[in-house]
């Protein structure tokens, strides 16, 4: 019995200009779950995702949505039908404050002022650092709490499925730690989730299932408890492809 | 007292023109060549209403408003977004051509003779702080005052204001937060337009309804705009009044013929020595 | 052989190409023989002064075109220069000598100094900023005639200005007609010559990135201030034109309406284009004579042409006049429409990989060309570099070494600070603490200068100016060696003539060579990604340089061009450049680099040669995040 899917990409292409950073790739995503896409740098992970979230135009191919095609959506609509997104670099309004962060993510949905206040309060009541430093401005907030911050604001406009592109990137590792950790507290809440990270090794444990995305293509689908995985991986990211496998290996 | 005084009134059109620049670059990014020219038309629609149509005051203003949002919506429409959202020297090009065709039609249509328009208050002179000023005066420089203060805290306050300036400090996310980046530039024009219907109403007793009346004024409340620096409101009112200041200052004592010598020196320094002006923010993207 | 050379000569003659971006010359020169003649066929005088006035709008547009429409710069002060060389001349022919010669030589040392003078806010400030304050100029114009009445003639202005003399002899409005041809005449060849020369290369390669021209050893600022003067010049002899023609200036002369309707003209007749300056001119001089019944239309008019040819331009369709000009030449037999120079590209395999032969010529041709330089070894040090962007140190405290004939290789995952580095030994950026050496002696922090050091790169989205053809961006790599002046390229001299061919000649055969032989005469930034790629290489490879920078060149390619691009960089690296390449196709890194640096959060975590770093536990963990302390690999680790 398969669950049914919050997102079902159906061989999508999408690129800039006239390159092509994705191509052909088909994913699903059941609602409630995690799923990873990982791959090196410019493998092509951001461009899904921006395509996902309907900022790179998509090609050719069909992106279903919660039952709806949203193909052809602009990205202010998307944000509006429950799809959430904390970029890469932890891109927030750096000149605004942490409050107004988060009033903008409220930005997509109708709702009374008071009733966006208290949603505002309810995300201070989980990360109550961002509280401390409501009047802050946000670019002079550390990368860890940016991070909380980026997420908090994409959970304003009360998403079903939440996109995180490269969480760990320029991060110590420790806070990629609590940022995992707060993954898997959103997914326990059941909010679907997909993570696009370079990190396998780390983000493998919380992601139900991942593909792997070399030059625009999904070079392999696996699951976190699959042996097979982490070598493929390597073998991906450092070039230990066929010919060097025989090469010394430590 | 009353130089100064009447700098603040002169002042507060350059200040209405550069809130109108700053209010279509905050959520477009573009540089609006074509905002004085709204006020113009704004001028000559209270012309209009005020002795064509012998309308009441309010109607006039409805009036004025209504046309000025209309051909700002017009131009955003024709002139920035086939553009299709590229910044680039294009973006110049299109707006010195919607000022030109704006002022072309004002000249096909009511002539390039100045009309007078009377002020629908009283016209006896007041006295305050020891200087003279005429009713109409002193209604605009209240009315920037007012203006600014209630734009400042529409943009820092209101999600729609806020949503505004989300789109001038990164279009990208403000995207992906759910913001409609087209419909923000349209807003943007439409009240560019209307804060040029309400102006032109408010100036014309004072600068006559004349066709070319954006050329002067739209040059120097660029002045007032690199003054106070990009992005900031409150920037542009403040160097409004100032360019208006320095403008009847040197007026009465060196001489009208240096006024726009002097104001040209002054801006070559802002330029040079400022460059973000004195409230604009260091990433300020095109000075 | 006499017949063949004939249809050659034919074919050149009728060639609208001239074997750059689609500028010919034929077709206008027979309408100028037709214009010279004109004074001359009994025209009367009414139309004699429409052809003058004609004239004077169009060496106005002509200016513009040069600083607006080739170098990008929207220093617009053309119609200020236009009047100060009108009044300037208008006093001397009045007051002084009236000689239209010595008015012109005065006007066009005036039109300089004031070219440059409006010019100077476009040295620190650009875009729209720098239109405002050159329009404002134009609001100047009342009040700087009434503060000098005298000389100006204040309101009034000079109303009965005599037709000038030349050389003691009194002209007639025929005669003073034919003076204005023969100017028209002088300054379009000029322009001509000037634009279609490496000069004119760099103005468009300013226009699309400054960033890209000093990184080419270009100056900057030079550049600018040639546009700002070589685009005034046109203006100051329109002025001296204009008051001996029309007998009359005055404050209102200059409006502001004449600078929208010069922006018009310019647009209609293309900004980019030589003779198109000639369409806006007789479009302004139709609208001004018109006045009475069409004056009222000419902003309308104006607005609708920049409204339409702005969004045009946006949208890349400008230029369709052009573009079908080119298709109508292309009707003539094709024998003769081809360039002798396409006759050496034939001899070659038209694209497609080319093989690794034709790589080694390419790269060996192209640096072995000049100056034999190669045999000297090179090192560069990057000592401590420490940059920081508003508090976020991008770079800390980076150590590292190239060497000449090793291809060294920088990689991390995104915000490392590669590209940071890379700008910082380019001389883009000015480091906060330590510093980049060449052979022992510091690298200045200024581009063009590091450019001229022999330090070239390539960028991570290839730059590749619109408007030019694909040999012309490889060539524009070259305006620094063997320079040639303004003055030797408009006349053509001996030297021109040999470096235009060497430099054609050169960037043809690399591109032969490097498989693009056919497209060597195609627009450059309608190629697709991994020919712009290749284009850039190209040309930093023309500049033979001792260091060579590429930022993520692989980034795109498919395994054809990949194959290319490793083959160059094996042949830099044999001819003893010294490579730096930041890369994230680990594979093609593993397989090309000497020595590979690995940078984490601003600083350098791992050095050593490739099998190394491959199975560099700390390396692992960045790229997959283990963080097993590194030591342990996980035992699904193939063995």
């Known amino acids: 019995m398969t669950s049914p899917s919050i997102l079902t990409m159906t061989n999508v292409s999408a690129g800039y200009g006239d390159v092509l950073a994705v191509r052909d790739i088909s994913l699903e995503v059941p609602v409630g779950t995690a799923s990873g896409i990982f791959g090196r740098n410019g493998a092509g992970k951001s461009t899904t995702m921006l395509t996902i979230a309907g900022i790179v135009a998509c090609r050719s191919g069909t992106i279903v949505f919660d039952g709806d095609d949203i193909t052809h959506l602009p990205a202010h609509q998307r944000v509006a039908r429950g799809i959430g997104c904390v970029m890469e670099g932890r891109r927030i309004f750096r000149q605004r404050s942490v409050e107004e962060n988060l009033l903008l993510g409220t930005v997509s949905r109708r709702a009374r002022r008071r009733q966006r206040t208290s949603d505002i309060d309810e995300a201070y009541d989980r990360f109550p650092i961002l509280r401390e430093k409501r009047k802050e401005l946000a670019g002079r907030l550390s990368g860890g709490q940016q991070q909380m911050l980026a997420i908090a604001q994409a959970l304003m406009s009360r998403p079903k499925l939440l996109l995180f592109d490269e969480p760990s990137a320029g991060l110590a590792p420790a806070i990629v730690g609590d940022v995992l950790a707060i993954i898997d507290a959103l997914k326990a809440d059941g909010l679907s989730i997909i993570l696009v990270e370079q990190l396998i090794d780390r983000a493998l444990p919380h992601v139900d299932s991942f593909a792997l995305i070399d030059d625009g293509r999904i070079v392999y689908r696996g699951a976190p408890d699959d042996s097979e995985s982490t070598r493929m991986a390597r073998n991906v990211y450092l070039a230990r492809g066929s010919d060097h496998r025989d090469g010394p290996s430590i | 007292m009353t130089t100064l005084l009447s700098g603040l009134s002169v002042g507060a059109l350059f200040a209405l023109v550069a809130i109108g620049y700053q209010v279509v670059f905050i959520s477009s990014g573009i540089f609006n060549f074509a905002q004085a020219t709204l006020v113009t038309l704004g001028t000559f629609l209270a012309y209009v209403g005020v002795v064509t149509l012998h309308l009441n005051p309010i109607l006039t203003i409805l009036m004025a408003t209504a046309g000025c949002t209309i051909v700002g919506l017009i131009e955003e429409r024709v002139a920035i977004r086939p553009l299709s959202g590229k910044i680039s020297r294009a973006e110049l090009v299109t707006t010195v051509g919607a000022a030109a065709l704006i002022e072309g039609v004002i000249t096909l249509i009511w002539g390039s003779t100045p009309l007078e328009v009377p002020f629908f208050g009283s016209t006896s002179v007041l006295t305050i702080f020891g200087g003279r000023i005429v009713p109409d005066s002193l209604i605009l420089i209240i009315f920037v005052i007012v203006l600014s203060i209630a734009l400042h805290v529409w943009y820092k306050y209101s999600i729609s204001g806020l949503a505004s300036i989300a789109v001038a400090e990164d279009r990208v996310a403000a995207r992906l937060r759910g913001i409609n980046v087209g419909r923000r530039s349209i807003i943007a024009f439409a009240m560019g337009g209307a804060i040029a219907g309400v102006a032109g109403i408010l100036v014309a007793p004072q600068t006559y309804a004349v066709s070319n009346l954006g050329d002067t004024v739209g040059l120097t409340a660029f002045i007032a705009f690199a003054l106070g620096g990009s992005g900031s409101l409150l920037g542009a009112t403040i160097g409004g009044f100032a360019v208006g200041i320095i403008e009847q200052e040197v007026a009465r004592y060196v001489g009208s013929l240096y006024v726009n010598s002097t104001l040209y020196v002054v801006l070559l320094i802002i330029l040079f020595v400022m460059p973000n002006g004195l409230f604009g923010r260091s990433t300020a993207r095109a000075l | ?639």
């Open chain 3, 1 to 639: 052989m006499s017949t063949t050379r004939g249809t050659q000569l034919l074919g050149r003659a009728f060639s609208l190409r001239d074997g750059e971006s689609g500028y010919g010359f034929v077709w206008p020169l027979l309408g100028v023989i037709g214009l010279v003649l004109l004074p001359f066929i009994g025209l009367n005088i009414f139309w004699q002064t429409q052809l003058d006035l004609m004239i004077v709008y169009a060496l106005i547009v002509s200016g513009v075109n040069l600083t607006f429409g080739f170098a990008g710069e929207l220093a617009l002060g053309q119609v200020a220069i236009f009047a100060v060389s009108a009044y300037l001349s208008a006093y001397l022919m009045t007051h002084a000598i009236n000689d239209v010669v010595v008015a012109l030589l005065a006007a066009i040392v005036a039109a300089i100094i004031i070219g440059l003078f409006t010019g100077l806010p476009g040295l620190r400030i650009g875009g729209w900023a720098l239109a405002m304050t050159s329009f404002f100029l134009v609001i100047l114009i009342p009040d700087v005639v009434q503060m000098i009445p005298n000389i100006t003639g204040g309101t009034q202005g000079f109303d009965a200005i005599p037709l000038p003399e030349a050389f003691g002899i009194d002209l007639t409005v025929s005669e003073m007609s034919f003076i204005a041809v023969v100017i028209f005449l002088l300054w379009f060849a000029f322009f001509r010559n000037f634009v279609l020369s490496r000069h004119g290369r760099a103005l468009k390669t300013l226009r699309e990135s400054p960033h890209l021209t000093s990184s080419l050893g270009i100056s900057v600022l030079r550049l600018k201030l040639l546009a700002y003067v070589a685009g005034a010049v046109p203006a100051g002899l329109a002025g001296v034109l204009f008051a001996a023609v029309e007998g009359y200036i005055g404050p209102t002369t200059f409006s502001f309406t004449l600078v929208i309707g010069m922006i018009a003209g310019s647009i209609i007749g293309g900004a980019d284009s030589i003779y198109g300056a000639a369409i806006g001119g007789a479009l302004l001089e139709y609208i001004n004579f018109r006045s009475a019944a069409f004056a009222q239309y000419s902003l309308v008019v104006y607005g609708v042409i920049l409204v339409l040819g702005g969004i045009l331009t946006a949208k890349g369709l400008a230029g369709i006049a052009r573009g079908g000009v080119r298709r109508t030449a292309n009707l003539l037999p094709s024998a003769l429409s081809n360039e002798s120079i396409s006759v050496e590209v034939a001899a070659v395999p038209p694209s497609g990989a080319p093989s690794r032969q034709l790589i080694d010529r390419a790269v060996g041709d192209a640096l072995a060309s000049g100056d034999d330089t190669t045999g000297v070894e090179h090192h560069l040090e990057i000592q401590g570099v420490t940059k920081e962007f508003g508090g976020v140190r991008a770079l800390n405290d980076v150590t590292l070494s190239a060497r000449s004939g090793e291809i060294t290789a920088i990689i991390g995952p995104n915000g490392s600070g590669k590209t940071t580095l890379l700008n910082v030994i380019a001389g883009v950026y000015r480091a906060d603490g330590g510093g980049v050496s060449l052979d022992d002696e510091r690298l200045p922090s200024r581009s063009h200068r590091c450019a001229r050091r022999g330090v070239a790169r390539t960028f991570q989205t290839p730059i590749i100016p619109r408007g030019m053809l694909a040999w012309e961006v490889v060539a524009a790599g070259r305006y620094e060696s063997e320079y040639v002046s303004v003055l030797q390229s408009v006349l053509r001299s001996p030297r021109f003539r040999r470096v235009r061919r060497d430099d054609r000649k050169l960037a043809i055969e690399l591109l032969t060579n490097l498989g693009l032989g056919s497209y060597a005469f195609s627009p450059a930034d309608a190629m697709p990604l991994p020919h712009r790629r290749i284009l850039e290489v190209a040309r930093a490879i023309i500049r033979r340089p001792v260091v060579m920078l590429l930022d993520e060149p692989a980034a795109g390619l498919d395994e054809g061009d990949l194959v290319t691009l490793a083959e160059v960089l094996r042949r830099l690296r044999e001819e003893g450049v010294t490579v730096v390449i930041v890369e994230h196709n680990f594979g093609l890194v593993v397989e090309l680099a000497d020595t590979i640096h690995v940078l984490n959060l601003g600083e350098v975590v791992a050095s050593g040669p490739p099998t190394d770093i491959q199975h560099d536990p700390v390396v692992a963990s960045i790229y997959l995040g283990n963080e097993s302390s590194g030591a342990v690999i996980p035992t699904g680790e193939a063995s």
